[in-house]
């Protein structure tokens, strides 16, 4: 006989002061504590890789110029797509976009679409 077999089988104490705390609640108490609020967002958003900028030879240059020429040439653009090199604030972590338009006009060397968009022509990839 061992010094616990007259409370073994009674059944679990239930307060009738304090409610017994949820499942969910109870295993938070156990998860990790994160000091800096945000913090990981930061880090996170710091260490996303951009994509590396493609620099066009005089060849791809040529054929952007045709294509921006012939879809200037009747004076009533066509809807095009053109995909270019977005820059936001950090160098590194540019990306390509692709956006659909109809040229406006060309002006400073930039595009600017129907869309209000202004694209800087330097930054063009491709048009299609």
């Known amino acids: 006989m061992s010094k616990y077999d007259d409370i073994i089988n009674l059944p679990h104490h239930e307060s009738k002061t304090h409610p017994r705390m949820p499942r969910p609640d109870r295993a938070a108490q156990f998860s990790p504590f994160a000091a ?22 005089e060849e791809a240059k040529a054929e952007l110029d045709r294509k921006l020429s012939m879809f200037l040439k009747d004076g009533n653009s066509p809807a095009v797509t053109i995909t270019y090199y977005c820059n936001d604030e950090d160098a590194e972590k540019g990306r390509y976009l692709s956006i659909t338009g109809r040229i406006r006009e060309i002006a400073e060397e930039r595009i600017i679409l129907d869309t209000g968009h202004q694209i800087m022509i330097e930054d063009i990839l491709d048009i299609e």
């Open 36 to 57: 800096l609020t945000g913090f990981d967002s930061i880090i996170k958003e710091k260490e996303a890789v951009g994509d590396k900028r493609i620099m066009l030879d």
